[in-house]
């Protein structure tokens, strides 16, 4: 199985900061990335998909990158409602894998 | 807007099937090009995927499950199902249905989710 890390595993930050949180791949998975938000009590909410296409809806401060092993998801100016729980997920291979997930909460 | 909802009992005991269903709304089962997948979630801890299966009937599981688990659609009702067989304090968790949505150049992501149905395993 593909192990997906995330670091941090949480993070204080700002209102108006920038976030940057990676997720690193035990193989190689090219593109095949995807990033999840989640609330506490909801479930998750896709974010961004094929490592750096944004999903409809979601605003535009969210951005992904990377390739290969090593992805990042940056918040570019962290908003209140942004404070929630971040996965990523390959879907190079089965099983799918998650991150274990970095929590971002207020300063 | 296609909204999936979970349903099934909250309550398992120790060696017994689990068994749950999610329904399809405001779009058909059988429309696109999908998959319909299971994932769950412990308390406090991350996801995993349970697996999936293809309006065809055909299913990939998850190996750490696969002697436990089936999952199966009925098209008649735009439903689909999970079950999973003798089940222990592990199995606790939040389980979710999800459609798996499969793009270009065989992308795949997760989206929307179930809201999510809590399952305990105890006597």
């Known amino acids: 199985d593909i192990q997906m890390t995330q670091s941090p595993s949480s993070l204080s930050a700002s209102v108006g900061d920038r976030v940057i949180i990676t997720c690193r791949a035990s193989?190689?998975?090219?593109?095949?990335l995807n990033w999840y938000q989640q609330k506490p009590g909801k479930a998750p909410k896709l974010l961004i998909y094929?490592?750096?296409s944004l999903q409809s809806g979601v605003p535009s401060r969210f951005s992904g990158s990377g390739s290969g092993t090593d992805f990042t998801l940056t918040i570019s100016s962290l908003q209140r409602e942004d404070f929630a729980t971040y996965h990523c997920q390959q879907s190079y291979t089965t099983p799918r894998t998650f991150g274990q997930g970095t929590k971002v909460e207020i300063k | 807007q296609v909204q999936l909802q979970e349903s099934g009992p909250g309550l398992v005991k120790p060696s017994q099937t689990l068994s749950l269903t999610c329904t399809v709304s405001?779009?058909?089962?059988?429309?696109?090009?999908?998959?319909w997948s299971w994932i769950r979630q412990p308390a406090g801890k991350g996801l995993e995927w349970i697996g999936h299966?293809?309006?065809?009937?055909?299913?990939n599981y998850n190996s750490s499950l696969k002697s436990r688990v089936t999952i199966s659609v009925d098209t008649s009702k735009n439903q689909f199902s999970l079950k999973l067989s003798s089940v222990t304090a592990a199995d606790t968790a939040m389980y979710y249905c999800?459609?798996?949505?499969?793009?270009?150049?065989?992308?795949?992501?997760?989206?929307?989710w179930g809201q999510g149905t809590l399952v305990t395993v105890s006597s």
């Open positions: 094929a490592a750096s």
């Open positions: 299966i293809y309006t065809s009937g055909s299913t």
């Open positions: 999800a459609r798996t949505v499969v793009g270009q150049t065989r992308y795949t992501w997760f989206d929307p």
């Open positions: 193989q190689s998975i090219s593109s095949y």
């Open positions: 405001s779009g058909s089962i059988r429309s696109g090009n999908y998959y």
